[in-house]
């Protein structure tokens, strides 16, 4: 990208929503990236067929027991493989350009913080990095001088419209959220919520996670927490809006009445697409907006009582310390009860909030630290779950 020479790329979690998307987006410039790694957890033969047609340097699995089988799949392609936590590290200080993290969950804390000390671009698509060590990850950033791009569609739509050369113009952010599929459920229709409705996300094409996550409203305390570290901004000062068309990503609202707003289809190529350009941009093969087709956009403050999850996120928030960390453990626990039909759907929300409230564990001072609170969250959840169980 710079004086002609394609960008060399890194994708940690390359068949991931976000990874297979970035791949896409490369399909389509060949001559502007270089692909030096590839990550994934265990599908070993789409990331064997994407190191393949792209041409990789260096392929990772994260399942040790899966290296064998990866190493068989590429034969004689010249592609060096590896496999294991180290393997990951490794895959994230190998030298390229730009490392697109979107490993899933706190797993992709520790590559991104070895990505970020290379110095380099790090586009983030893994939430779980800022919510369980924001401050770290930040303190980092600065002293290491890495550059870090939000992929998020919403924290994404914030960083095109931010003036950051004026901060103290800024009067608050705006986060806007789809609803998700059951934003006009009444409390009993959500009592009756299935994993197979829970997935189905009316505007977006997420994994399972994100997909619940959404319709809890989760996904955007999550956000919320997130934009605190990515732009500075005070908790109080960042507003949740509902906006069902998911056409209006973000806004950003300035002392001067001004309301600037990034728009787009809802596609994830779109923020990726500029994340891999930046601070240029490049063609898409997305969807153009016609606004007159879409006729109206409409908006509505989320429901407290019906999304709780939007209040634990924030007093998550203020409380600091460990209390995120433990949210975000406690989340992919619950979530994954109620995709396995042992948690209803309201049931996420409540064995979050009891674990927030009840963990006590010391500050983070390190990724290291961080990682030991998450484990011993996911314990006390995987726990309190069991006991719940027992008692049903």
């Given at each position: 990208?710079?004086?002609?020479?394609?960008?060399?790329?890194?994708?940690?979690?390359?068949?991931?929503?976000?990874?297979?998307?970035?791949?896409?987006?490369?399909?389509?410039?060949?001559?502007?990236?270089?692909?030096?790694?590839?990550?994934?957890?265990?599908?070993?033969?789409?990331?064997?067929?994407?190191?393949?047609?792209?041409?990789?340097?260096?392929?990772?699995?994260?399942?040790?027991?899966?290296?064998?089988?990866?190493?068989?799949?590429?034969?004689?392609?010249?592609?060096?493989?590896?496999?294991?936590?180290?393997?990951?590290?490794?895959a994230a200080k190998r030298p390229s350009d730009l490392v697109m993290a979107a490993i899933v969950g706190a797993a992709g804390l520790a590559p991104t913080?070895?990505?970020?000390?290379?110095?380099?671009?790090?586009?983030?698509?893994?939430?779980?990095?800022?919510?369980?060590?924001?401050?770290?990850?930040?303190?980092?950033?600065?002293?290491?001088?890495?550059?870090?791009?939000?992929?998020?569609?919403?924290?994404?739509?914030?960083?095109?419209?931010?003036?950051?050369?004026?901060?103290?113009?800024?009067?608050?952010?705006?986060?806007?959220?789809?609803?998700?599929?059951?934003?006009?459920?009444?409390?009993?229709?959500?009592?009756?919520?299935?994993?197979?409705?829970?997935?189905?996300?009316?505007?977006?094409?997420?994994?399972?996670?994100?997909?619940?996550?959404?319709?809890?409203?989760?996904?955007?305390?999550?956000?919320?927490?997130?934009?605190?570290?990515?732009?500075?901004?005070?908790?109080?000062?960042?507003?949740?809006?509902?906006?069902?068309?998911?056409?209006?990503?973000?806004?950003?609202?300035?002392?001067?009445?001004?309301?600037?707003?990034?728009?787009?289809?809802?596609?994830?190529?779109?923020?990726?697409?500029?994340?891999?350009?930046?601070?240029?941009?490049?063609?898409?093969?997305?969807?153009?907006?016609?606004?007159?087709?879409?006729?109206?956009?409409?908006?509505?403050?989320?429901?407290?009582?019906?999304?709780?999850?939007?209040?634990?996120?924030?007093?998550?928030?203020?409380?600091?310390?460990?209390?995120?960390?433990?949210?975000?453990?406690?989340?992919?626990?619950?979530?994954?009860?109620?995709?396995?039909?042992?948690?209803?759907?309201?049931?996420?929300?409540?064995?979050?909030?009891?674990?927030?409230?009840?963990?006590?564990?010391?500050?983070?001072?390190?990724?290291?630290?961080?990682?030991?609170?998450?484990?011993?969250?996911?314990?006390?959840?995987?726990?309190?779950?069991?006991?719940?169980?027992?008692?049903?």
């Amino acid at each position: 990208m710079t004086d002609g020479l394609p960008r060399c790329l890194t994708i940690l979690g390359s068949t991931g929503s976000v990874g297979t998307s970035t791949l896409d987006l490369v399909s389509h410039h060949k001559d502007r990236f270089q692909i030096e790694a590839l990550t994934a957890n265990n599908n070993i033969e789409l990331l064997a067929a994407q190191a393949r047609r792209f041409n990789a340097r260096f392929v990772v699995t994260a399942d040790e027991a899966r290296y064998a089988d990866l190493k068989s799949l590429l034969s004689g392609s010249g592609i060096e493989v590896a496999a294991g936590r180290e393997a990951l590290l490794e895959a994230a200080k190998r030298p390229s350009d730009l490392v697109m993290a979107a490993i899933v969950g706190a797993a992709g804390l520790a590559p991104t913080l070895e990505a970020v000390r290379r110095g380099c671009i790090v586009a983030l698509a893994n939430k779980e990095t800022l919510v369980c060590a924001g401050d770290i990850m930040m303190r980092e950033v600065a002293e290491h001088g890495a550059t870090l791009l939000p992929v998020d569609s919403e924290h994404n739509a914030i960083f095109q419209v931010l003036d950051r050369t004026q901060p103290e113009t800024v009067e608050r952010i705006v986060l806007t959220a789809s609803g998700g599929p059951f934003r006009g459920f009444d409390q009993r229709g959500m009592e009756r919520v299935t994993p197979a409705q829970a997935v189905a996300h009316p505007n977006w094409d997420m994994g399972a996670k994100i997909s619940v996550d959404s319709a809890t409203m989760m996904n955007k305390g999550l956000e919320l927490i997130e934009a605190h570290h990515l732009f500075g901004m005070p908790q109080e000062q960042i507003e949740i809006l509902v906006h069902p068309q998911s056409i209006i990503h973000s806004m950003v609202a300035y002392v001067d009445g001004s309301l600037l707003a990034q728009l787009g289809a809802p596609d994830m190529r779109i923020p990726i697409a500029y994340a891999l350009a930046w601070p240029k941009r490049m063609q898409a093969p997305v969807s153009r907006l016609n606004l007159a087709d879409l006729a109206q956009l409409t908006f509505e403050k989320p429901d407290p009582e019906r999304f709780p999850a939007l209040s634990i996120c924030r007093d998550a928030l203020v409380a600091g310390g460990c209390a995120p960390t433990a949210l975000n453990a406690a989340n992919e626990i619950a979530v994954e009860g109620f995709l396995a039909g042992r948690l209803g759907f309201l049931e996420i929300a409540k064995l979050v909030r009891q674990i927030v409230e009840s963990f006590d564990w010391p500050t983070p001072n390190s990724v290291e630290d961080a990682l030991l609170a998450d484990e011993e969250a996911r314990r006390v959840t995987r726990d309190a779950l069991s006991t719940a169980l027992q008692q049903a």
